[in-house]
T-cell receptor, first 112, second 113 residues
Framework: GQQLNQSPQSMFIQEGEDVSMNCTSS?????WLWYKQDPGEGPVLLIA?????ELTSNGRLTAQFGITRKDSFLNISASIPSDVGIYFC????????????FGTGTRLKVLA | DSGVTQTPKHLITATGQRVTLRCSPR?????VYWYQQSLDQGLQFLIQ???????AKGNILERFSAQQFPDLHSELNLSSLELGDSALYFC????????????FGPGTRLTVT
């Protein structure tokens, strides 16, 4: 199925470091969403973006909707051990009907 | 807790069998979405219902079907199960028909032996 390109695929970082990940597509999206998934759990919504260029924060998380509408970025500042998990981006595509397309995920591991 | 409930949490069945997964959306949400997540894979959108009607279809196999009932709960029916159908199945809900954020349930882990 169709998926967004998300990078990096995985990353190991030290506690206290900042983290950056991004999501790119060849398609234009109307909405970008970022989710975090813990093992065996459902994804939890972190941030939703609705306009090109929009920059939104949620605590230590900041996400941006790319100007071209084909990409989005998520930054986590001062990482802590509980940030570990898989981060997914999702784009909302309107092509006659609505379709959500998810990224391949970034697996984050934080070393204390 | 997202407010979306799914049952059962785990399901083990044999190839060729049929199972039904159930989802109750958040109070007030009219849209329900179903996703499949295979081991270490991303989420594959299967199908969406809004207020009882099918609204969008993704990569859903013909062996799979879904419906949304008047009380807005939804069921995903999987038939003629194959080993490759083993996966986590998530339900999500949102207030409207699209264009807004989705809230995911805890998932049903299906194992086909």
């Amino acid at each position: 199925g169709q998926q967004l390109n998300q990078s990096p695929q995985s990353m190991f970082i030290q506690e206290g470091e900042d983290v950056s990940m991004n999501c790119t597509s060849s398609s234009i999206f109307n909405t970008w969403l970022w989710y975090k998934q813990d093992p065996g759990e459902g994804p939890v919504l972190l941030i939703a973006l609705y306009k090109a260029g929009e920059l939104t924060s949620n605590g230590r998380l900041t996400a941006q909707f790319g100007i071209t509408r084909k990409d989005s970025f998520l930054n986590i500042s001062a990482s802590i051990p509980s940030d570990v998990g898989i981060y997914f981006c999702a784009g909302l595509l309107r092509s006659g009907t609505y379709k959500y397309i998810f990224g391949t995920g970034t697996r984050l591991k934080v070393l204390a | 807790d997202s407010g979306v409930t799914q049952t059962p949490k785990h399901l083990i069945t044999a190839t060729g069998q049929r199972v039904t997964l159930r989802c109750s959306p958040r109070s007030g949400d009219l849209s329900v979405y179903w996703y499949q997540q295979s081991l270490d894979q991303g989420l594959q959108f299967l199908i969406q219902y809004y207020n009882g009607e099918e609204r969008a279809k993704g990569n859903i196999l013909e062996r799979f079907s879904a419906q949304q009932f008047p009380d807005l709960h939804s069921e995903l029916n999987l038939s003629s199960l194959e080993l490759g159908d083993s996966a986590l199945y998530f339900c999500a809900s949102s207030p409207r028909t699209g264009g807004d954020e989705q809230y995911f349930g805890p998932g049903t882990r299906l194992t086909v032996t």
